[in-house]
C-alpha cells in the first residue's frame, strides 16, 4: 500500500489577470484607451502594466495622482465600457483549466485574491468555467487592495487555515507584498504583468517564467 504524503500547503491562494488568465495586455490597452478618451496623457506599457493587481480607483489614482475628483469616475467607466468590450474573448493560460482541476482533486482548498471588483471576477468565472473550482474569493471592492493583507487574512479566517499553510500565487509585487504581510508563502508567476526582476526581490518560493513551469512546480511541491 502506498503511503500518502500530506500537501504541504492545504490552501493555494491565485491572482486572476496575468496568472490565471492571459488578460494582462487587454488591461493595458484599455486603460491606454481610457486615458485617450479622457484626453489625458497615454501611460507606457511599463507604467499601465505595473498597476495592474490593484483595485482600479486605486490604480488610476496611481497614474493619475493629479486628476480631479471629479474625473475619477468617468476614467473608470471608459476603461470598464473598454474591457467589458473584450473580456470574454480572454482566454485562460493554456493549461490552467487542467491544473486548476487537478489541484482541485488533491484536495487542496482554492482560492482567488484579486483586483478586479467582484462583478468583474463572477464574469470572468462565468466566461472561463473555473468558478465551481473555488472554495472562496476576494475581491478589490470588497476589502483593502493589495498589498494590504486583508485579502489573504479574510481567506484563511474563512477557509480555517493557517498561514503556514496558504500559498499566494501571483504575478506582480503587489501579489508577494500582499503575501509577506499576510505572513504567507509566495510563488512568482514571472510570465505576467510584472518583470521577473521586478519580483525576484520579494522572497517567493520560486520564479516560474512560463504557465508551464508554473504547474509543474504546484504539482511538485505543494
Known sequence: MEAVIAARFELLI???????MDSAGEIVACIQA??????????????ASHIIG????????TLFPDLPEER?????????????????????????RELVADL????HLLA??????????????????????????RTADETFSKPHP????????????????????????HDLEMARNAGVA???????????????EHGALALCHSFAELAEWLRNNA
Open 54 to 61: 490593484l483595485g482600479l480607483r486605486q490604480a488610476l489614482l
Open 150 to 173: 486583508a485579502m489573504i487574512e479574510e481567506l484563511l479566517d474563512e477557509l480555517a487555515v493557517a498561514p503556514e499553510r496558504a500559498l499566494m500565487i501571483g504575478d506582480t509585487s
Open 186 to 200: 509566495s510563488l512568482a508567476a514571472a510570465y505576467g504583468a510584472h518583470p521577473a526582476e521586478g519580483l525576484a
Open 34 to 47: 481610457a486615458s485617450r478618451d479622457m484626453g489625458l496623457p497615454e501611460p507606457s506599457r511599463e507604467e
Open 14 to 20: 491565485f491572482d486572476w489577470d496575468g496568472t490565471l
Open 112 to 137: 482567488v485574491a484579486t483586483g478586479k471588483a467582484r462583478r468583474g471576477l463572477d464574469r470572468a468565472f462565468g466566461h472561463s468555467g473555473l468558478g465551481p473550482f473555488f472554495h472562496a474569493s
Open 104 to 107: 482541485r482533486a488533491r484536495g
Open 72 to 96: 475619477h469616475e468617468p476614467l473608470a467607466d471608459h476603461y470598464r465600457r473598454h474591457y467589458l468590450g473584450r473580456d470574454a474573448e480572454i482566454p485562460l493560460f493554456e493549461g490552467a
